[in-house]
């Protein structure tokens, strides 16, 4: 196992038929603790899978340096990083069952002498022979072991002389992960290995690798575009839009504190509720005629930005459970419902709010009778305020203080 480090790395691709170079990456600085699953997350063409592909070895940067572990791999072959790669499309060969793809790279980790690969031939061709026939070869023996054993992990055991057309897909993705297993690296690469498989299929095979990455420990850097699995498998996400880094945390708290504007509407399902404000008065937000008072962490950043002459103009960020169906009351907005999706554990509403005629999402209980065209009252959650400046970036929150002679607790990543 080993940490990865991206110092200050760059990717631009040269200029085609006249037209101007293509920046993918500018500057990432991101530091992979030994042992932690990251996910790497952003729309097409954001960087993502060119930052796995640096790291991979199958392209060299513009600029900066990659580091697994103490070693700077920047300029090293791919065979030389001690990594391992799950692509998207499996990439098994055809013409070997399952047992020869999970050893592929086994039997390719070191060189050989020609006597040596002449003795391993013999052995592998003459292991259907009786026992006294057989040819002896130790290397051979102990890939076929470590074979047994990442199946056997994988549920693969009997699958083992079959080839890669009679498997079904998520049978061949397990051998894709199985093949990188197989040689214990120091790294893990995933690029969006589930998005070829069905949702039903898919939900097993995320929950599978959490649990092999717990189990190994393995550091892994997993690249997707589902919302779900960034937030529910790694330990940290990374952010990233036009090539630069734009929040790394904890899947809770990009969800509950996103760093701008960005963030707020790519991370969650719905996204982030964005409403124009003004901050007026002393801790106090003003959505159209209504006045409101954040509560808790965001109330003192508030005053804080008050107090130091920050915009009066900002927008103002709220998830779909910080807005619920209530009484009329002055305090509350009026609203009229756009659309309801039945989700089965709930339901989904697109409301419009009359005054600025605002579309905003909420969650309700499933069997509440709500239809498009009713006219509701919505009434938000005052520690549900997130709030952003003209540029887009959040309004930090105050640090927490420090509790004295306390060391901080980490979270475990193994």
Known sequence: MAEVRFQQVSKTYPPRRGSAPVQVLRQVDLQIADGEFLVLVGPSGCGKSTLLRLLAGLEAPSGGEIFVGDRCVTHLRPAQRDVAMVFQSYALYPHLNVANNIGFGLRRQRQRTPIQQLQDGLHRASRSL??????????EARIEARIQEVAATLELDHLLDRLPKELSGGQKQRVALGRAIARQPAVFLMDEPLSNLDAKLRTGTRAQIVELQRRLGTTTVYVTHDQVEAMTMGHRIAVLNRGYLQQLGTPAELYQWPSNLFVAQFIGSPPMNLLPVRSVGSGQLQLGSRRFTPEGPMAEALLQWQHNGGAEELSGGLRAEHLKLAPSTNRNLAAEIAHVEGLGNEQLVTARLLEGDHLVQLRAEP??????????????????????????EAIPRPEPAATPGREPVLPQLG
Not at 372 to 390: A, C, I, K, M, N
């Open 130 to 139: 009786p026992q006294p026939l057989r040819i002896a070869s130790g290397r």
């Open 367 to 392: 069997d509440q009778q709500l239809v498009p065209g009713q006219s509701v009252h919505l009434e938000v959650d005052p520690h549900g305020w997130r709030l952003f400046d003209p540029t887009g």
